[in-house]
């Protein structure tokens, strides 16, 4: 098919073929129309449409005169995805309020109706027909009130027409079935004509005269194109509404790059997905609670610091396009996109720049959902995927809770010494500055309270800023409070335990110089850091305070324990605990090339598996179950072997014993009990290798029988009871307060396919949280179990 070049995009055009033409030349009616459609995307199904008059006469026969009913309409919106543009419709409950709200719009003049639709996300401007964001920025998108439908030959999915097209074809349909006169032909200024040829035979088509005259076969450029009346009479799916009631929110942060997954969608799409997946996982496995009302939905929204950073307020992609080369231009794109971000996050410029939007995204989300949800009472948690999760562990850390926001984290006001300002400033090349700050009656103890921001007030350049604060913060502080001003922008190795004693003041419960997060002694010599930040360890940077605690902090393919490392910290005191975040989880693909664990760092001594997290229709994958299966059966033939070898083994080193009647031969009494006793044990031992191997083999022929039942039968009782074994043995185990005293790593299952070749799939399994059921209904077992809302077992 062609497209026309109309006044405004014009529509797609469909000559008539030879067989037809006979019913464009002579139609039982013509109606002119004087409307000029409106801007049409590009259609997308196809149906075998006929092609002879002779079809045509046949249903017109079978058609039935039946009065005339309006066309109910519903509301599409329209989303653009590079070149790809499609219309896609919204809920029942979404298009029943648009058509209210477009009802009551009665006067032209009158001020436009905005109504919230897709869980209150985006806000529709009913005039005006345009679809905007609430919470992220994105471009407004078309809304249509749609009531007919078109799709070509090589189409997909019936488009919509406008609705100035469509007040057309319904006014002129209306005409026809009122006066039972059918074959009209409608024929529009940009030379498209629809012919009626009776109620449920529609077509468009296309003059002639616009064929190209070199095109040998018209046949593939005059099909028509079919048309619909209604939403009911096409093939589309209309999404389920989504529940008013928002029971808890959760803050998604992304990785390096604009990117999160192999399709290179935004995190926008990306969240999108994981609140469907999420949606659908509600209904199956949390189904009667949603009926009784307990339940409602939980929110998604998603938190983006990768256009800040990369924006035009740092300049540093321009920055960087600059000594940057011109071979292998689009790796190197890539590489600047997206692996620089890992140095960004280390520079304290561009790291601050990314924690302060970090915090301030959730600061602005969290307060805007509020006033959207006034009624929503419920709590917050967080997700960083990949980068993202290192930024949240970061942001964290360096929370205070209540009692450090009122007294601080030192509960003696710190004494500087006695250097003056102008000593400091000489010793640090920057005397020149000094009748700025003179001028401001800032001193060394004043000076110690600024903020960046301040002196940037003042003037004074990025570099001597970031030399004054550091050298103040590090130099002109005693040790106890250089402690309690440094340790919110040190991180969690320079946190003490704090505790209150008998007479109100705060005392650390820890001995001088132990902190949560323990840093081993260095082996290198001392070098002299006067003029950077912090060094080779973590920035410092000022770590902006969250409006809310989190509930539970998510981390998904995380690279948090390797970065912990690389800074010096190589074990977590099992006490150590976010200040204002309880719970904590690491969510990762065992294939992930990024991820690192978290247990290890706290639990050294003992060698865990990590929790495996259940398959989302309740079992082990088939391969799992199988592989684990056949472990078990070479580890029972294993021991069954050398128990009999060392059964054999006995009995060949075994020593003679003469066949003397009790007391003669100088056999004495404790020696009569000895061999008894050893007796007695023998035939113990074999009476237990006997049942073993008689266990053993009753396995074998039972395993077949086995699979069957679990696989073709459910299985489910099998699976809970292997589930509730191994939480119990995990019970036992301490793994400290980071995540309340429970696990803490907890690993996804692989499919099928990604383990014949594991490297294959290793960029893969980096991106596949997003779409993950398993991870889903992990974050929404954890939610629901603190709201004392229990996991329903979905039906086979």
């Keep these: 098919m062609s497209v026309s070049e109309g006044e405004e995009g014009g529509l797609f055009r469909a000559a008539p073929s030879d067989n037809s033409q006979d019913l464009l030349d002579n139609p039982t009616k013509t109606v002119a129309t004087g409307s000029t459609p409106e801007d049409q995307a590009s259609p997308v199904v196809d149906e075998a449409s006929p092609s002879s008059a002779s079809s045509f006469e046949m249903l017109d026969m079978e058609s039935a005169h039946a009065p005339y009913q309006e066309v109910q309409p519903h509301w599409f919106f329209c989303r653009r995805a590079d070149d790809n543009t499609s219309w896609l419709p919204f809920s029942r409950e979404d298009s029943d309020k648009l058509e209210n709200a477009f009802t009551n719009i009665s006067d032209e003049g009158e001020e436009d109706t905005v109504v919230a639709v897709e869980g209150q996300r985006y806000d529709v401007h009913v005039k005006e027909r345009k679809r905007h964001a609430v919470y992220w920025e994105q471009a407004p998108s078309e809304v249509r009130r749609c009531t007919w439908f078109y799709k070509g030959d090589k189409d997909t999915r019936f488009m919509p027409y406008p609705e100035d097209f469509s007040k057309d074809l319904e006014e002129a349909y209306r005409k026809s079935v009122t006066s039972d006169e059918w074959k009209k032909k409608l024929d529009f200024p940009t030379g498209e004509t629809v012919i009626l040829h009776n109620p449920k035979l529609i077509m468009q088509y296309q003059p002639i005269g616009l064929q190209d005259d070199w095109v040998s076969s018209p046949s593939e450029h005059t099909r028509p194109r079919t048309v619909k009346r209604g939403v009911d009479n096409i093939s589309v799916e209309i999404p389920d509404g989504e529940p008013e009631k928002v029971d808890h929110v959760v803050f998604m942060v992304h990785g390096i790059g604009p990117a999160c997954d192999l399709r290179f969608r935004s995190i926008i799409q990306c969240v999108n997905d994981f609140r469907s997946?999420?949606?659908?996982?509600?209904?199956?496995?949390?189904?009667?609670?949603?009926?009784?009302?307990?339940?409602?939905?939980?929110?998604?929204?998603?938190?983006?610091?990768?256009?800040?950073?990369?924006?035009?307020?740092?300049?540093?992609?321009?920055?960087?396009?600059?000594?940057?080369?011109?071979?292998?231009?689009?790796?190197?794109?890539?590489?600047?996109?997206?692996?620089?971000?890992?140095?960004?996050?280390?520079?304290?410029?561009?790291?601050?720049?990314?924690?302060?939007?970090?915090?301030?995204?959730?600061?602005?989300?969290?307060?805007?959902?509020?006033?959207?949800?006034?009624?929503?009472?419920?709590?917050?948690?967080?997700?960083?995927?990949?980068?993202?999760?290192?930024?949240?562990?970061?942001?964290?850390?360096?929370?205070?809770?209540e009692s450090q926001a009122r007294q601080g984290i030192s509960g003696e006001p710190c004494h500087l010494n006695c250097n003056t300002l102008e000593q400091t400033l000489n010793r640090l090349g920057l005397q020149q500055y000094l009748d700025v700050l003179q001028n401001e009656n800032l001193d060394l103890e004043s000076l110690a309270l600024c903020r960046d921001s301040d002196l940037k007030d003042l003037g004074i350049p990025l570099g001597p800023r970031k030399k004054i604060l550091n050298y103040v913060r590090r130099k002109w502080?005693?040790?106890?409070?250089?402690?309690?001003?440094?340790?919110?922008?040190?991180?969690?190795?320079?946190?003490?335990?704090?505790?209150?004693?008998?007479?109100?003041?705060?005392?650390?419960?820890?001995?001088?110089?132990?902190?949560?997060?323990?840093?081993?002694?260095?082996?290198?010599?001392?070098?002299?850091?006067?003029?950077?930040?912090?060094?080779?360890?973590?920035?410092?940077?000022?770590?902006?305070?969250?409006?809310?605690?989190?509930?539970?902090?998510?981390?998904?393919?995380?690279?948090?324990?390797?970065?912990?490392?690389?800074?010096?910290?190589?074990?977590?005191?099992?006490?150590?605990?976010?200040?204002?975040?309880?719970?904590?989880?690491?969510?990762?693909?065992?294939?992930?090339?990024?991820?690192?664990?978290?247990?290890?760092?706290?639990?050294?001594?003992?060698?865990?598996?990590?929790?495996?997290?259940?398959?989302?229709?309740?079992?082990?994958?088939?391969?799992?179950?199988?592989?684990?299966?056949?472990?078990?059966?070479?580890?029972?033939?294993?021991?069954?072997?050398?128990?009999?070898?060392?059964?054999?083994?006995?009995?060949?080193?075994?020593?003679?014993?003469?066949?003397?009647?009790?007391?003669?031969?100088?056999?004495?009494?404790?020696?009569?009990?000895?061999?008894?006793?050893?007796?007695?044990?023998?035939?113990?031992?074999?009476?237990?290798?006997?049942?073993?191997?008689?266990?053993?083999?009753?396995?074998?022929?039972?395993?077949?029988?086995?699979?069957?039942?679990?696989?073709?039968?459910?299985?489910?009782?099998?699976?809970?009871?292997?589930?509730?074994?191994?939480?119990?043995?995990?019970?036992?185990?301490?793994?400290?307060?980071?995540?309340g005293g429970r696990r803490i790593d907890y690993v996804l299952q692989e499919k099928p396919i990604e383990s014949f070749n594991e490297y294959l799939f290793a960029i893969q399994s980096h991106l596949c949280y997003w779409e993950s059921e398993d991870t889903a209904l992990l974050l929404l077992k954890e939610i629901y179990d603190n709201l004392g809302v229990a996991i329903e077992q979905p039906q086979q």
């Excluded at 600059?322 to 997206?338: A, Q």
């Excluded at 946190?495 to 132990?514: A, C, I, M």
């Design 477 to 739: 502080l005693p040790e106890d409070c250089r402690m309690g001003a440094v340790c919110q922008a040190q991180g969690p190795q320079l946190q003490p335990e704090v505790t209150s004693t008998q007479d109100g003041n705060e005392s650390s419960g820890l001995p001088p110089q132990q902190f949560h997060l323990h840093r081993p002694q260095s082996v290198t010599s001392a070098v002299d850091y006067e003029y950077f930040d912090v060094g080779i360890g973590q920035v410092s940077i000022d770590y902006p305070q969250l409006e809310f605690h989190p509930q539970t902090f998510f981390a998904f393919g995380s690279p948090i324990g390797m970065f912990l490392t690389v800074r010096g910290l190589k074990r977590i005191d099992p006490n150590y605990t976010f200040p204002t975040c309880k719970s904590f989880y690491n969510i990762y693909h065992p294939y992930d090339p990024v991820a690192y664990r978290i247990e290890p760092m706290i639990v050294s001594e003992v060698d865990l598996e990590p929790m495996l997290i259940p398959h989302h229709k309740g079992r082990k994958r088939m391969h799992l179950e199988l592989k684990d299966s056949l472990t078990r059966m070479s580890m029972d033939l294993k021991n069954n072997v050398l128990g009999s070898l060392r059964t054999a083994w006995q009995s060949f080193a075994r020593l003679p014993v003469a066949a003397l009647p009790p007391g003669e031969g100088g056999e004495t009494t404790t020696e009569k009990t000895l061999e008894e006793t050893q007796a007695s044990a023998a035939v113990t031992a074999s009476t237990k290798r006997e049942d073993k191997g008689a266990n053993f083999w009753t396995k074998i022929l039972a395993w077949s029988s086995a699979i069957h039942r679990h696989y073709f039968r459910g299985g489910f009782d099998e699976a809970e009871s292997s589930e509730s074994v191994e939480e119990r043995e995990h019970r036992e185990i301490k793994m400290g307060m980071l995540n």
């Design 277 to 401: 997946v999420s949606l659908s996982l509600l209904a199956s496995h949390y189904k009667r609670a949603q009926q009784e009302g307990q339940v409602g939905r939980v929110e998604f929204l998603p938190v983006n610091w990768h256009s800040a950073l990369h924006g035009d307020a740092t300049g540093v992609d321009e920055d960087i396009q600059r000594i940057t080369l011109p071979s292998i231009s689009r790796l190197r794109h890539f590489t600047n996109d997206t692996l620089l971000d890992l140095f960004f996050y280390n520079s304290p410029t561009y790291c601050q720049t990314i924690v302060d939007t970090v915090a301030s995204e959730f600061n602005r989300l969290h307060v805007l959902f509020k006033q959207r949800h006034p009624e929503f009472s419920g709590t917050v948690s967080v997700v960083g995927h990949s980068l993202g999760s290192l930024i949240l562990f970061d942001l964290l850390t360096n929370q205070r809770d």
